[in-house]
Structure formats: structure tokens, C-alpha cells
């Protein structure tokens, strides 16, 4: 009797627990086929709510989520068709993998787009650029050339003077502006030459310090810890480093310092200009390099966009980092060997 009442006892909670199990894993179990059937790319998935209420919730969400997805495939593959990564006959996308592989070529095609997209833009840039600066400069030269007449008079007063010198600045810096519309049009870079690494960068240094203190007392600072003969486009590269170096000296209204560091990266001679001035949000930094974008009052946009075709060009890169009010650093990678 003892002993059948134990059998009893454990057959009895044993199906008392068994049935309670199976109560709570059955919803569990339908949300797995569910998921099972979703990736196998069925979302046509329905779920007969449980009666416990504390599912109905996961139930509901669920569902949500299968209809989400459905909607995300149908414009997916509808997207696919319309750039021509899918044809008709290869069907719908139907699965979690094709569309990973798809979502894949649709960001590489858009991105050669949008590459092909801004060299038709600078190209057309450029030659406009080119024939408008050459018809300008002409006449520009016939009218500095009389200025500088003017001059050396020595009849002429103060005033006078001051207008001269001043009309004689303002020429230089439509000179300049003329000059960098024209870098535009360069098809080709200028031949490699060997020089030493801190050579360069102290003839950049001597360049750039006494423009820094005339600004507004800017302390250039260059730090090289070492030192290797380089082969690279010479003048291109001084010309990038000085924009990128005179763009963040005039960011600092009220003075600062302008740190240069330099360090090797496999192939690339990394030059890291920082400055300490107004810095730039994230919106700035998407923009630069583009057609006509300046951040300052006086700016044309032009000599930033020619920086990074330049270093392009040569197979190099430019990286931004910056922060609102804190200060900007950009990298520019070189090649060279």
C-alpha cells in the first residue's frame, strides 16, 4: 500500500507538471515556428493567440514585426529592379541571406553613382571654371599693369595712394581666386621628387609662421620624431598642407596654437594639422570639399575642393575630425613611395 501510494503520489505530480509545462511552452513553441517559418521566407505566418493573457502582448508584436518585414522585402526587391541588380525572372527576395547580398549591391552601385555623379560635376566645374578665368584674367592684367603705373607717380597724394595700394590688394585676391578656379582644370600632377621629410616640413613651417603671427599671434608647432627621405608631388602636397593650415589659422579669432604632426602609416605619410579654433558639427564636416561650400565670410569653396582632387589624385585620403567650438584636425594620407 506504501508503495503504491508513492507510485501514485509521483505519477499524479508528474502530470500535474507535465500539463502545466506543456500550457506554458505552447505559446513559447509557436512563437519558434513562427520565426522558423518567417526565415524560411514565409510571412504568411498566423499565430492563434494563447488564452493566457500574458502572451497576447508577444503575440501581437510579433505579428507587427512579420508585416514590417514583409513591407521591407516587397520595397526591397521593388528597389532591386529598379536599378537592375535583379531582373524579374530571378523573383521576389525571400529570405533573410539574399536580401543581406542585396541590401550589399545596392549600396555599392549607389555609391558609384554618386561617384560618377561628382566627377561629371567637377569635370563640368572645371572646364567652366577654366575658360571664365582665362577671359577674366586678361583684362585683369591690362588693369593692374596701369595700377602699378599709377603707383610709382610720385605727384599722387595720400589718399590717392591708399585707393591705388588698396584697388592693388583687392586685384592680388581676385588674382588668387582666379588662380584657384584654374587649379580646377589640372589634369595631371606634377612629377615626383625625392626630398628629405624635415626639410619639408620646416620650409612649410617658416612659410606658414609668420602668416600665423600676423593673423592674430598663432603659434605653429611641428613635430616630426623622425626622419626619411620621401618621394612625393612636392608642390601639391606644400600647396594642400598651406590651404588646410591657413584655413585653420583663420579659425582662430582670437589665437591659439597650430599643431602639425607627422607620422608613418604603412604607405602613407600621415600629416595631422590641428587647430584649436571654432571647429565644425557634423553637417560642416559632410560637406567639405564640395562645390562652392566655405565656411568663411570671404570664401569661395574652391581651395578645399581642389585639396582633396589633389590628394585624390594621388591616391592619398583626407580625414576630418572636429568638434563645435573645440577645434579641427585633418589628416591628410600621402604616398610615398
Do not use: W
Not at 615626383?192 to 599671434?217: P, R
Request: charged fraction near 25%.
Amino acid at each position: 500500500i506504501f508503495v503504491g501510494s508513492i507510485a501514485f503520489i509521483f505519477c499524479f505530480v508528474y502530470c500535474v507538471i507535465h500539463y502545466y509545462l506543456n500550457k506554458l511552452m505552447s505559446p513559447v513553441n509557436k512563437l519558434i515556428k513562427g520565426i522558423k517559418k518567417v526565415s524560411e521566407g514565409d510571412f504568411n505566418v498566423y499565430l492563434k493567440k494563447d488564452s493566457s493573457a500574458d502572451f497576447e502582448e508577444l503575440f501581437d508584436r510579433f505579428i507587427q514585426m512579420v508585416s514590417q518585414l514583409h513591407v521591407l522585402f516587397d520595397k526591397l526587391s521593388t528597389t532591386s529592379l529598379q536599378i537592375g541588380s535583379k531582373s524579374k525572372e530571378d523573383g521576389l527576395i525571400n529570405n533573410f541571406d539574399e536580401a543581406i547580398q542585396e541590401i550589399d549591391k545596392i549600396v555599392y552601385q549607389t555609391n558609384i553613382q554618386k561617384e560618377l555623379q561628382k566627377a561629371e560635376k567637377m569635370n563640368a566645374i572645371g572646364q567652366l571654371a577654366a575658360s571664365v578665368a582665362h577671359e577674366i584674367r586678361n583684362p585683369m592684367t591690362v588693369v593692374k599693369g596701369f595700377l602699378q603705373i599709377f603707383q610709382n607717380k610720385s605727384k599722387l597724394s595720400e589718399d590717392e595712394l591708399s585707393y591705388i595700394n588698396l584697388m592693388m590688394d583687392e586685384m592680388n585676391r581676385a588674382e588668387g581666386i582666379i588662380n584657384d578656379y584654374l587649379s580646377l582644370a589640372k589634369p595631371d600632377l606634377g612629377s615626383k621628387e625625392s626630398v628629405m621629410l624635415s626639410q619639408f616640413t620646416a620650409h612649410i613651417s617658416d612659410l606658414m609662421n609668420g602668416y600665423a603671427l600676423m593673423v592674430s599671434n598663432i603659434h605653429v608647432q611641428i613635430k616630426l620624431d623622425f626622419d626619411m627621405e620621401i618621394n612625393i608631388n612636392k608642390n601639391e602636397v606644400k600647396q594642400v598642407l598651406i590651404n588646410i593650415m591657413k584655413n585653420g589659422i583663420e579659425s582662430m579669432k582670437n589665437g591659439g596654437e597650430l599643431l602639425v604632426s607627422i607620422q608613418k602609416d604603412g604607405e602613407y605619410i600621415v600629416f595631422s594639422i590641428t587647430d584649436t579654433g571654432i571647429g565644425m558639427n557634423e553637417e560642416q564636416m559632410a560637406r567639405l570639399g564640395t562645390a562652392f561650400y566655405s565656411l568663411k565670410d570671404k570664401g569661395t569653396g574652391i581651395g578645399l575642393m581642389v585639396c582633396y582632387q589633389v590628394i585624390e589624385r594621388m591616391k592619398g585620403k583626407i580625414e576630418v575630425e572636429s568638434e563645435k567650438n573645440k577645434g579641427t584636425t585633418f589628416k591628410v594620407y600621402v604616398p610615398y613611395k
